[in-house]
Antibody, heavy 116, light 112 residues
Framework: EVQLVESGGGLVKPGSSLKLSCVAS????????MHWIRQAPKKGLEWIALIYYDSSNKYYADSVKGRFTISRDNSKNTLYLEMNSLRSEDTAMYYC?????????WGQGTLVTVSS | DVVMTQTPVSLSVSLGNQASISCRSS???????????LSWYLQKPGQSPQLLIYLASNRFSGVSNRFSGSGSGTDFTLKISRVEPEDLGVYYCFQHTHLPLTFGSGTKLEIK
C-alpha cells in the first residue's frame, strides 16, 4: 500500500523558514517523480513544485520560485520542501504527491501557518 | 499557463439524479506522447483529494461506476449518475500535460 506521510508544518512568522518532509513507502520511491501541491484555507489546489526521480530536474510555480527548494533523498525515501522568506499567502495545507499518469497518491498533508 | 475553467461553481442535486461538471482548458491537453493528462478528484471535508478519473476517461481502481469522464482536447466532462449522499464534496479537474500543472477552481456538490 502506498503511503505518504508529510511532517514539518507549524506556525511561523513572516520572513522565516521551514522545511517540510514527506516519507514514502509501499512503492519504489527512487523510480518516481514527486510533487508538492498546496491548498490555502477554504481555497482551491495549487501545484508548487516537481522533482524528477533522480533529482535531475526541478520545476516551480512562479509564486514560490526563488524562495522554495524541492529536494529528495532516495536512500531515505524522503521528499523535502525547504521554504524561505515565508509570507502570509503561503499559509496552506501542503501535500506531497507521486507523479504517475494517474496522480492517484496523495499524503494527508501538513499545515503551514504564516502569521505574526 | 493553462487555465482550467470549471463550471458550475456549485451544484445542488437530488439523491438518485445525475450531476454533470464541465472543465475547459485554455490549451489542448493532448500530450505529444498521445495521452491526455486530465484527472478528476473529489475532496471531501477534511480529507485529501481522492482520484476518480484519470487520462480523461479512465476510472480509478475502486471508484464507483456511477462516475464517468469524457472529453478530449480542451473540453471535458465528469458525470455522476444516481447521486448518493457520500458524493458530496468539492470536485476538481486537473491537468498535468503542461507545466505549470493547473487545477480547476472546483465545483461544490450539495445534496438537495
Amino acid at each position: 500500500e502506498v503511503q505518504l506521510v508529510e511532517s514539518g508544518g507549524g506556525l511561523v512568522k513572516p520572513g522565516s523558514s521551514l522545511k517540510l518532509s514527506c516519507v514514502a513507502s509501499g512503492f519504489t520511491f527512487s523510480s518516481y517523480g514527486m510533487h508538492w501541491i498546496r491548498q490555502a484555507p477554504k481555497k482551491g489546489l495549487e501545484w508548487i513544485a516537481l522533482i524528477y526521480y533522480d533529482s535531475s530536474n526541478k520545476y516551480y510555480a512562479d509564486s514560490v520560485k526563488g524562495r522554495f527548494t524541492i529536494s529528495r533523498d532516495n536512500s531515505k525515501n524522503t521528499l523535502y520542501l525547504e521554504m524561505n522568506s515565508l509570507r502570509s499567502e503561503d499559509t496552506a495545507m501542503y501535500y506531497c504527491v507521486v507523479h504517475t499518469e494517474a496522480f492517484a497518491y496523495w499524503g494527508q498533508g501538513t499545515l503551514v501557518t504564516v502569521s505574526s | 499557463d493553462v487555465v482550467m475553467t470549471q463550471t458550475p461553481v456549485s451544484l445542488s442535486v437530488s439523491l438518485g439524479n445525475q450531476a454533470s461538471i464541465s472543465c475547459r482548458s485554455s490549451q489542448s491537453l493532448l500530450h505529444s506522447d498521445g495521452n491526455t493528462y486530465l484527472s478528476w478528484y473529489l475532496q471531501k471535508p477534511g480529507q485529501s483529494p481522492q482520484l476518480l478519473i484519470y487520462l480523461a476517461s479512465n476510472r480509478f481502481s475502486g471508484v464507483s461506476n456511477r462516475f464517468s469522464g469524457s472529453g478530449s482536447g480542451t473540453d471535458f466532462t465528469l458525470k455522476i449518475s444516481r447521486v448518493e449522499p457520500e458524493d458530496l464534496g468539492v470536485y476538481y479537474c486537473f491537468q498535468h500535460t503542461h507545466l505549470p500543472l493547473t487545477f480547476g477552481s472546483g465545483t461544490k456538490l450539495e445534496i438537495k
